[in-house]
């Protein structure tokens, strides 16, 4: 592959606005809040440049500075009508001429389209209606739901499918995959795919939907389209139709459309972009079922897109239009024969992808036609390769838009954005109310919800457990096969099965705060104090929910756009003492520091923070070095989620967590059960100093003499640690009787209090790494966290021991 790097000067062309004449090396970084300007020239290179190309910054396209972050970097800019988060370091990457206010592309049309949309058999539809062969009786019905993030298609996937839906993760990847029947149709499959931007390969997400569309083949595509922002979602759908798949566009949150005074020309659409397209309201359940209609009507009968060329003739002389079709012709015969879509196969070979150029092998001869054909596309055009193909694309999107859209010039919700925004991401007020916020989530989560559904559900959990416990003395069941079920197993499991309320109510809070919009919010403002230590403004969620547990917090990263900021991320969130620790805590400072506890407690919190960050900056230097992504984030208008989307997360995370109570953690309390009960010769055995953990724990023990922690009990305690944090004090309780303090020293205890904080996460959490980050990275995380907590343990025990 060849690295491309495009610094030329382009003709500035005079497409919008008046320019004022060009002032030496503008770049969008130099714009005061309020100000607009037409980009002239994009910098950078590779994957990069292609997601600011992909996100609409393109040559051409007017942008308008609308705030800075609290800490100055990132800001906020609008492009074409869309607001995006971009870094300062960012924006000096685009130059741009400034004009004199902004235009507002839809002023000019006044007319209000009738959304009047003609059912499947009456007139005025576009495509044809089925004359062509169907799909034998009985084909299964594949349907890929794709779509921008927040367009609605977890809404939408939840009215096709009701409940009756299976999740998993797509093959290979850690990425969430739903799919389930439509409702009424067992005969069909909806998928939903994540949310994505575009079909270049540039996160793990798009990757994923672009080798689903192309591979799997789907039997037809339904395009979820956010018609309140049109503009950006036209881009993918622009990206699908030259996949060429059968494909019906189902126009989202026309309610929202429509309460504002917009309209959109449904008819003139479907002719424009040769695909059936719905109007719907996804959350009012309205035009869902005419959508299930036509994509079964498109699938049955494999109704391809009318052909379309988006690249206009008169478009920079026709430059791009006759390149595409000049590569078009020149790879016909490979992509026959690799089973591509010529006009993708076309446009991402133009744009350099390199996935596509793998795939299609041409010969040295042919790479240079091809070499030679877009030089020329440059050339002519007076633009760069991957900045052609999206501009050719965005000119198309304006041209249908133009034509068919009304837009009303700020909608209710953008307003109601901008004053809840003034005091969210306010200069002075971001960061107090983000506090406040996290606060109160935790507050309610773990002393007022929380404690209330586990005290219930702890209730249960016991009158259950005596029952069987009764019933099991009564039968005379034996002895062992008691003790496993009711002193493993329901202890065990049990004291897990407790924490579903606070891991779904903590799951609630920031599923509210994430589908409402806030969280992108969060990462606009921290995005700068985190750069610092090599991650992005989106990690500080997952981050914080590691204060309250750890598995949550992992299953949070999957909201993280790029892989390194997702894996360092996991890495660092065991650091943030998680809740089940505050027992370990308690009980040593209750034995040892009774007066100092807050301090003590406070003192162990702010040592994980620290150590995070630490290992943050280490990561930075050696693991994770790589470019940081660039930080191109759309902020949506806030938005309440439906009940209905709430419920079923919360049942999916509920699910989740019983799943693994019931595998993982009840395997590893058998084995424990086992260890503890049993002795070498596979004696049951009363007293565990005798059975097979304590002569594991003695062969252990020696490694800890040096941290003052020689004693088996202790190391015992820690061992069942793993399994949860909260048994290493009834262990000890066990153990010791009560007398902790006449065996282990003020100093033993203090090295104690240090390797608890961080030491291997319990295994839930590592089961939880596991499935995001695979096998040896979640080991990798147990002997990495194990070796910090033994050293920051040893240093501690012997400086102070030095002194005392
Ligand atoms: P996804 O990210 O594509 O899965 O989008 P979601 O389904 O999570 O929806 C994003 C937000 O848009 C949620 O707050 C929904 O409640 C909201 N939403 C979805 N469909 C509609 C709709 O038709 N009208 C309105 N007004 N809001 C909707
Ligand atoms: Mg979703």
């Given at each position: 592959m060849v690295g491309y790097s495009y610094i030329w000067q382009i003709n500035?062309?005079?497409?919008k606005g008046a320019g004022l004449g060009p002032e030496e090396?503008?770049?969008?970084?130099?714009l005061k809040i309020g100000e607009s300007a037409v980009i002239t020239q994009v910098h950078g290179e590779g994957a990069l440049r292609q997601h600011f190309l992909d996100m609409?910054?393109?040559?051409?396209a007017e942008v308008t500075m609308i705030k800075y972050a609290p800490?100055?970097?990132?800001v906020e800019i609008q492009v074409h009508g869309y607001e995006l988060t971009l870094r300062l370091a960012d924006a000096a990457q685009i130059d741009c001429e400034r004009i004199e206010g902004r235009t507002n592309?839809?002023?000019?049309?006044?007319k209000i389209f009738s959304s009047e949309h003609p059912g499947?058999?009456?007139?005025?539809?576009?495509?044809?209606?089925?004359e062509g062969d169907p799909l034998p009786e009985g084909t299964k019905l594949t349907f890929a739901l794709v779509?921008?993030?927040?367009?609605g298609k977890t809404t939408l996937f939840n009215q096709l499918t009701g409940s009756n839906q299976h999740v998993g993760n797509f093959p290979g990847v850690t990425v969430d995959r739903k799919d389930g029947p439509i409702k009424g149709h067992p005969e069909t499959s909806v998928t939903d795919l994540p949310g994505i931007?575009?079909?270049?390969?540039?996160?793990s997400e798009e990757i994923v939907s672009r080798n689903y569309v192309l591979?799997?083949?789907?039997?037809?595509v339904i395009d979820i389209v956010d018609a309140t922002n049109i503009e950006r979602n036209l881009y993918l759908t622009l990206q699908l139709l030259e996949m060429n798949r059968p494909m019906v566009v189902a126009l989202n949150m026309m309610d929202e459309l429509h309460g504002n005074g917009g309209s959109i020309d449904i008819n003139r659409m479907e002719a424009m972009l040769g695909v059936p397209v719905v109007p719907i309201s996804a959350a009012k359940n309205e035009g869902v079922s005419e959508l299930v209609t036509h994509a079964l009507h498109i699938a049955k009968y494999q109704e391809k897109p009318t052909?379309?060329?988006?690249?206009?003739?008169?478009?920079?002389?026709?430059a791009i239009h006759r390149a595409i079709h000049a590569v078009e012709s020149l790879i016909e015969d490979h992509t026959e024969r690799v089973g591509l879509p010529l006009r993708f196969a076309a446009t991402k070979a133009i744009e350099g992808d390199p996935l596509v150029l793998e795939q299609l092998a041409l010969d040295p001869n042919e790479t240079e036609l091809l070499e030679h054909l877009v030089q020329q596309m440059e050339h002519e055009g007076g633009m760069d390769r991957s900045a052609a193909m999206a501009d050719m694309r965005f000119d198309f999107i304006e041209r249908v838009c133009e034509a068919t859209v009304v837009k009303p010039q700020e909608s209710k919700e953008r307003l109601r954005s901008e004053r809840i925004d003034r005091v969210l991401?306010?200069?002075?007020?971001a960061i107090p109310c983000f506090i406040g916020i996290m606060a109160l989530v935790f507050f309610l989560t773990f002393h007022v919800i929380g404690p209330f559904f586990q005290d219930l559900l702890a209730a249960g959990i016991e009158l259950l457990t005596e029952a069987v416990d009764g019933w099991m003395t009564r039968a005379g069941i034996n002895e062992v096969i008691h003790g496993l079920v009711v002193g493993g197993i329901f202890e065990g499991v049990g004291s897990v099965l407790s924490f579903i309320p606070i891991v779904v109510i903590l799951f609630f809070f920031l599923s509210l705060m994430e589908d409402s919009g806030y969280i992108a919010r969060v990462a606009f403002f921290m995005d700068k104090l985190l750069r610092k230590i090599?991650?992005?403004?989106?990690?500080i969620v997952p981050m914080l929910i590691g204060f309250g547990c750890t598995v949550p917090a992992v299953m949070a990263t999957?909201?993280?756009?790029s892989r390194r900021d997702r894996r360092m991320t996991i890495l660092l969130?065991?650091?943030?003492?998680?809740?089940?620790k505050i027992p370990i805590y308690a009980f040593f400072v209750n034995a040892f520091f009774p007066k100092m506890g807050g301090l003590v407690m406070t003192g162990l919190y702010v040592l994980g923070i620290v150590f995070g960050i630490l290992t943050a900056m280490v990561f930075k230097k050696t693991?994770?070095?790589?470019e940081a992504v660039p930080f191109v984030m759309e902020l949506l208008n806030y938005r309440l989620p439906t009940p209905k989307n709430v419920l079923q997360l919360l049942w999916e995370k509920a699910k989740d967590f019983l799943t693994r109570a019931f595998s993982v953690i009840l395997i590893a309390t058998i084995v424990v059960w086992f260890l503890q009960s049993f002795d070498l010769h596979l004696n049951y055995v009363?007293?565990?100093?005798?059975?097979i953990l304590a002569s594991l724990a003695g062969w252990i023990a020696p490694l800890f003499v040096p941290l003052g922690m020689g004693d088996w009990r202790i190391v015992t305690a820690l061992i069942s640690g793993f399994m949860a944090k909260e048994s290493v004090v009834s262990i000890m309780e066990m153990l010791f009787g009560g007398n902790v303090a006449e065996v282990l020293g003020t100093t033993s205890a203090m090295a104690m209090l240090v390797f608890s904080l961080l030491y291997t996460p319990c295994v839930a959490a590592i089961a939880a790494i596991r499935r995001e980050l695979g096998r040896a990275w979640a080991i990798g995380v147990v002997v990495f966290q194990c070796a910090v907590a033994w050293l920051a343990a040893f240093v501690l025990y012997q400086l102070v021991s030095l002194f005392v």
């Open positions: 500035l062309p005079d497409r090396g503008m770049t969008i970084r130099d609409g910054m393109i040559p051409g800490m100055g970097d990132p592309p839809h002023e000019r049309v006044k499947i058999g009456e007139d005025g539809k576009y495509h044809r209606k089925g779509g921008n993030q927040n367009s931007y575009s079909m270049s390969p540039y996160s591979e799997e083949k789907p039997k037809a052909p379309q060329d988006f690249c206009s003739k008169d478009d920079h002389g026709g991401t306010g200069k002075w007020t090599g991650l992005s403004g989106r990690s999957r909201t993280l756009p969130t065991p650091f943030m003492s998680c809740s089940a693991l994770f070095k790589g009363t007293d565990s100093a005798q059975s």
